[in-house]
């Protein structure tokens, strides 16, 4: 997710286990080949993440090319081009599903990709520009013949946006249409919920959006179920720690303030279900230090801790997975693909 699925992220994700692949957020190649520095830094990535994916974004086939090729050059086992962000400002300068609309245009971005570099090229597309111009099979086939190793279909058009239910029977009939690797997402914030639309679209992995922001442990969780095993379930000292932990790593990597919004966004997501979760939030939300926010977690989880009424486990989130986090689960194995929107 643009904002979310940094470097910081997506370590804190990998350690939880469960994780086969890790995806940065999309970049701009705009930015990315004007050697803008918060592209390029959106490139980092640390050696646990491997294989690391990087999504990029643009209309402009040379400047994709381009962008590729110095995604390849930073070491990135996987190249991904976004063709899925609703956006306005990204749709407007013919990028993410504004593609959907110009296939000629995707068609010559991805075969000169494919000229410039040799590590896999992934595509990633929504259903359609809108419910009236449906265009996801075709443009799957079109993307394998252009050599695309492995296509993601977020189930919503570019109209839908976040909203109604993801499409699971057009995912699955974009399995049946290509023999290259397919993977889901939409409104995967369940364990149940992920293997019902996994089986019965029968592709070779989903990705998960948001929910792994309200449970780190998701993957872990998958992994778990596909090997037979009982998911596993952190205690409540365990969710302290990995907001601890994050906010740790946050620290570290950028100035306070930053640090403090990007505490603010995890906690957001990750308490929703949790017993107080709406006050806690509203207290870290009026935080203004890390000391207050290091005090308000531990008031809040001693607090928890102290009520004999806490169960175990989270309750289950409402919000609907995205283009922006994906996780990939394939085989055995549960991956992720923390792609941006």
């Known amino acids: 997710m643009a904002g979310v699925t940094d470097y910081t992220f997506r370590r804190l994700i990998k ?3 469960g994780v086969g692949l890790v995806v940065s957020e999309f970049i701009s190649v705009e930015g990315l080949t004007r050697h803008n520095p918060k592209s390029k830094r959106q490139m980092h990535f640390a050696e646990e993440e491997r294989p690391f994916a990087v999504q990029i974004f643009g209309g402009q086939p040379e400047r994709m090319a381009l962008g590729a090729e110095m995604a390849q ?8 081009v976004n063709c899925g962000c609703p956006a306005p400002k990204v749709v407007r300068n013919g990028g993410g599903s504004g593609l959907l609309r110009d296939l000629p245009r995707l068609e010559t971005i991805l075969k000169e990709i494919k000229k410039t570099i040799t590590i896999p090229l992934t595509l990633k597309l929504r259903t359609g520009f809108s419910e009236s111009t449906i265009n996801v099979v075709e443009v799957a086939k079109m993307a394998e013949q252009c050599g695309v190793e492995h296509i993601q279909v977020h189930g919503r058009t570019k109209e839908q946006g976040y909203k109604g239910l993801a ?8 399995k049946e249409a290509v023999t290259v690797p397919v993977s889901g997402n939409g409104d995967i914030t369940t364990i149940e919920y992920g293997i019902e639309r996994w089986k019965e679209s029968g592709t070779d992995g989903i990705l998960i959006g948001r929910g792994a922001m309200q449970n780190p442990w998701i ?3 998958f992994q778990d179920v596909i090997e037979g095993r009982k998911p596993y379930q952190p205690d409540l000292s365990e ?6 932990e994050f906010f740790g790593m946050c620290r570290e990597e950028m100035p306070e303030i930053v ?7 995890l906690a957001g997501q990750f308490t929703k279900g949790l017993i107080g979760g709406a006050q806690f939030r509203q207290t870290l939300y009026h935080s203004h230090s890390a000391e207050e926010i290091l005090d308000n977690i531990t008031i ?3 607090t928890l801790a102290a009520d004999s009424n806490y169960g175990d486990g989270m309750v289950e989130a409402d919000a609907a997975a995205s283009d922006s986090c994906d996780m990939f689960a394939s085989g055995g194995d549960v991956s992720t693909s923390v792609a941006a929107v």
């Open 219 to 221: 993957f872990r969780q």
């Open 259 to 265: 640090a403090l919004g990007k505490m603010k966004q």
């Open 167 to 174: 499409n699971w029977d057009l995912i699955k009939q974009v």
């Open 73 to 80: 050059e930073v070491g990135a086992d996987i190249l991904d």
């Open 15 to 17: 350690r939880r286990g």
């Open 300 to 302: 809040y989880f001693n």
């Open 239 to 244: 969710k302290k720690a990995v907001l601890l």
